[in-house]
């Protein structure tokens, strides 16, 4: 099974300062074949279910600003936000949907410093 | 505008059997895998179980294989859940979701086991 592991855990960045998460995964989720990225990140607030921002590493979802951006390839990927805005606090995964069992990162925690 | 609304949730004993909904509009339900994830309070999210837009195959997480079904009628355009033999740790909000990519969400829908 692969494993995807964040960090940090918890991160307090000040408003309009920038914000980067790290994912890597155990394995490359890098299909040679078609040289895609089967990475996804979301982003989820309290009480809320998950939101989509990307996949395919950096493919942004319709709809999200493009403060944030992700980036990365094979084992290692970041997800940054440009410029921290108060709407942004919330936890963020990370997902490979390479092989199944599909797997999440364990979460980091974004919080305005 | 692609919408799953969830029903089904509760509390069931241990031991027990409950049946998870999935109710999707908006979009051509047969042509989207559709999957089942959990998050137990105050923890991170875990795939649960995932069926092909056909329904001919289907694959589950080892925590709840051999005891959770899922399953799809597109003649209603909903994914179930099915859950048997219950135990403590399968306590979370469960969510429905559309794609290999996780793009649309349910509300999400609490299940309790517990005596």
């Known amino acids: 099974d692969i494993v995807m592991t964040q960090s940090p855990d918890s991160l307090a960045v000040s408003l309009g300062e920038r914000a980067t998460i790290y994912c890597k995964s155990s394995?490359?989720?890098?299909?040679?074949?078609?040289?895609?990225?089967?990475l996804a990140w979301y982003q989820q607030k309290p009480g809320q279910p998950p939101k989509l921002l990307f996949y395919?590493?950096?493919i942004r979802e319709s709809g999200v600003p493009d403060r944030f951006s992700g980036s990365g390839s094979g084992t290692d990927f970041t997800l940054t936000i440009s410029s921290l805005q108060p709407e942004d606090v919330a936890v963020y995964y990370c997902?490979?949907?390479?092989?199944?069992?599909?797997?999440f990162g364990q979460g980091t925690k974004l919080e305005i410093k | 505008e692609a919408q799953l609304l969830q029903s089904g949730g509760g509390k069931v004993q241990p031991g027990g059997s409950h049946r998870l909904s999935c109710a999707a509009s908006?979009?051509?339900?047969?042509?989207?895998?559709m999957n089942w994830v959990r998050q137990a309070p105050g923890k991170g999210l875990e795939w649960v179980s995932g069926?092909?837009?056909?329904?001919?195959?289907?694959d589950y997480a080892d925590s709840v294989k051999g005891r959770f079904t899922i399953s799809r009628d597109n003649s209603k355009n909903t994914v179930y859940l099915q859950m048997n033999n219950l135990r403590a740790e399968d306590t979370a909000m469960y969510y429905c979701?559309?794609?290999?990519?996780?793009?649309?969400w349910g509300q999400g829908t609490p299940l309790t086991v517990s005596s």
């Open positions: 979701a559309r794609g290999i990519w996780f793009e649309t």
């Open positions: 908006g979009f051509t339900f047969n042509t989207y895998a």
């Open positions: 069926i092909g837009g056909s329904g001919y195959s289907a």
């Open positions: 394995q490359t989720v890098l299909y040679s074949s078609n040289n895609k990225n089967y």
């Open positions: 395919w590493a950096s």
């Open positions: 997902q490979q949907y390479y092989i199944t069992p599909y797997s």
